[in-house]
C-alpha cells in the first residue's frame, strides 16, 4: 500500500465495493468510486461524502469513451496508481434469460477499463471474478489451476472472459493482474443474495418462507468483512505479474435449510417452511462445491468468522437493512 | 452426420473453413458459408460454386441483426442442424496491437450467433478453439482440463471467452457444444502463418530469410486434412453435451530453423537464413508446449501425417500458392 496515493474502485457503490472503500479510505488512501448505479446505489456512499479523499463519478464503465474520460480525469492531476474492477451484472438468473446483461456489465466494462488504462499508464489491476467461474465440476476439489472451465451461467462465463482479457493484457500494457475469485459473500449492503430473498420475502408475508430448490444445497459462505481483510492481505504481499486467488470460506458450509430456519427464527418464528423438488435453486446455480483455499492459507490469511457465524452475523444485519429488526 | 440436412460454416472461406466445406459437400450436407472475407477470400469458395447445395452469405458475424436474419432466412426452408463456428481473427500479433479486433471477430462472433441460434431452434454448435487458449504455461503437459487459463495473447482470451459462452449456453437453449482446440495447422489456402510468411519473403527477395525468434522454437504441426478428419470423426462419434478436444500432431514437432531450411531448399536454395535472438517470435507467441492430444487418440483417430510430413506437404503447397513452384 506504501506510495499508493489514488485508486480508483469500478462498482464502488456495489455490496462488496463499498466494504472495501471504506478500508482503502482508512488507509489513508484517495479514492473514487465509478458506478453505473445499477445495483450499487448512492445512500451506500454517504458515509464517505465528508471525506476529502473520496469522490464519485456515475459512468457506464462498458462505454469506452466515458471510461477514458474518466481515467484522463483522474490521472490529470496525480497519477492514477491502481485499479479494482469490482463492477458486473450480479444477478445470476437475469444474465441467464438475457445474456447481454453479463456480456455488457460483467465482460465489456472489463475490456474498455483495461484498453482505458493503456493511454494513462496505470498498469496495476485487481479484479473481483468468481467461484461461479468453475461452472458445475461435481465432486472435484476447486483449486485455482482447475478445469476444464465450462462455466454454466454467462455470468461465470463472462468473468472467466474478463479474467482472459486481464491476463492477455498482462503480456502487454499491464504489469501487475490479481484475480480473486469470490466465493459466496454476506453482509451489508446486501443488494442480491440468499438472505436478502428471505428477508424480503418474510417483510411481506411473515405467515411462510418459500425456499427455492429441497434446501440441501450446502455452501461456505466468507463475511463481506473478511473477504476484504483477505483482498487487501494479497495485495500488501503478493506481487506476482499474474496472481489468481480463490478466497472463501474454510469450512463445510452450512445448507439452505439452515440459512432459512436461522432467518424465520429470527424475525418470523411462527413461519412455515416451504421447499422445492429440485437440488438446485434455479438454472445456473452450482449445488454444492468444494472450494479450496489452500493458496490463501499459505500466505498466511485466515477468516475471522466461520461459515456459521458469517451467516448469523450477516442475518442480523441483513434483517436490520430490510427494517425487520 | 446422418439426418444432418443443413449446416452453416462460419469463417467457411477461411483457411480450415474451406477444407471442413469440401469434405461436408462430398458427405452429402448442404452446406452455407458465412463469412466477411476480411482474410477469407471468395475465390477460395469457387469449387463449390456449381454445387446446388453449396450457397455463401457475406456477413459481419459480429453484428448480432446480420447473423439474426442469416440464420432465420437459412431456417425457413428447412431445419438449420447445426452450426460449425471457425471464424475468428487470425492475425495474432494485430490483435495485441489492438484488441478491439479479437475481441470482434474472436469473441462478438460466437456471442451473436449463439445467441442467434435461440430463435430458430438450432441447438448443436462445433466450435475451433485454440491451443493459444492455454498461455504460457512452461513444461506442463497441456490436457482439456488444464489450468489455469492465463492467455498471453487477446485471441486465445477472446478464444478462452467464446469457449466459456458457449458453455454457459449450453446450460440453457443449445443442447450440444462441441469445442476443438486446434493446433498449429498447415496447408492451403494459407491465409497466415510461418510458412506463407517465408514464402512471401522470399518472393520479395531470394537472396536471404529473416526468421523472427532463434529458430529453436519446436512445435506440432497438424496438416490440414488430419484437423478436418479429426473434426468429422468427434462429430460422428461424441454425443456428450459439452465437449471439449485438443487435436494436434502426436509427434515433437519440427523447430522454426527445420522449416526456415527445408522452405529455402525447396524455392531459394542459395538463400542465406538470418535468425533473432530471442526464442519467441512476437509478443503472445508461445514458445513450446507439450500438447496433449490422448483424449482425442482414445477415439481412436490417428493423424496419416507427422509434423515433420505435414509440414512437407504443406510447404509444397504454399509455394505452390504463391507462385514460387
Chains 1, 2 share one sequence.
Not at 438472505?195 to 417483510?203: S, V
Request: charged fraction near 20%; charge should be neutral; include cysteine.
Amino acid at each position: 500500500m506504501t506510495g499508493t496515493n489514488q485508486v480508483l474502485v469500478c462498482g464502488g457503490a456495489g455490496f462488496v465495493g463499498v466494504n472495501l472503500v471504506r478500508v482503502l479510505l482508512s488507509r489513508g488512501t484517495r479514492v473514487c468510486v465509478a458506478d453505473n448505479f445499477s445495483r450499487g446505489s448512492r445512500a451506500n456512499l454517504r458515509e464517505f461524502e465528508a471525506d476529502p479523499r473520496f469522490s464519485v463519478c456515475e459512468v457506464d464503465l462498458a462505454d469506452p469513451s466515458q471510461v477514458s474520460d474518466l481515467v484522463g480525469q483522474l490521472s490529470k492531476s496525480r497519477p492514477l496508481d491502481e485499479v479494482w474492477h469490482l463492477a458486473a451484472n450480479s444477478d445470476i438468473p437475469a444474465g441467464i434469460a438475457n445474456p447481454n446483461i453479463d456480456l455488457k456489465d460483467t465482460f465489456l466494462t472489463t475490456v474498455s477499463l483495461v484498453n482505458a488504462l493503456r493511454s494513462v499508464g496505470t498498469r496495476t489491476v485487481y479484479f473481483a471474478s468468481s467461484s461461479a467461474f468453475y461452472g458445475d465440476l461435481g465432486d472435484i476439489e476447486l483449486r485455482e489451476h482447475t478445469g476444464p472451465l465450462l462455466p454454466i451461467s454467462n455470468y461465470g462465463a463472462m468473468k472467466l472472459a474478463s479474467e482472459a482479457f486481464l491476463s492477455a493484457a498482462a503480456e502487454s500494457h499491464l504489469e501487475q493482474v490479481m484475480i480473486f475469485r469470490f466465493p459466496n459473500v454476506v453482509g451489508v449492503p446486501a443488494t442480491h443474495g440468499v438472505l436478502l430473498d428471505f428477508a424480503r420475502k418474510l417483510r411481506k408475508d411473515r405467515s411462510h418462507l418459500e425456499v427455492l430448490g429441497n434446501g440441501t444445497q450446502r455452501k461456505g459462505y466468507l463475511h463481506v468483512s473478511d473477504l476484504v481483510t483477505a483482498m487487501l492481505h494479497l495485495h500488501d504481499t503478493v506481487t506476482e505479474k499474474r496472481a489468481v486467488f480463490n478466497i472463501g470460506a474454510v469450512d463445510a458450509g452450512v445448507s439452505v435449510r439452515q440459512i432459512a430456519e436461522g432467518m424465520v427464527a429470527l424475525v418470523a418464528p411462527d413461519a412455515r417452511l416451504e421447499f422445492g423438488n429440485s437440488n438446485r435453486g434455479w438454472v445456473g446455480d452450482v449445488p454444492k462445491f468444494h472450494y479450496s483455499v489452500d493458496k490463501l492459507l499459505a500466505t498466511g490469511w485466515r477468516p475471522v468468522l466461520d461459515s456459521q457465524s458469517a451467516m448469523t452475523r450477516a442475518m442480523h444485519e441483513v434483517a436490520r437493512q430490510e427494517g425487520l429488526l
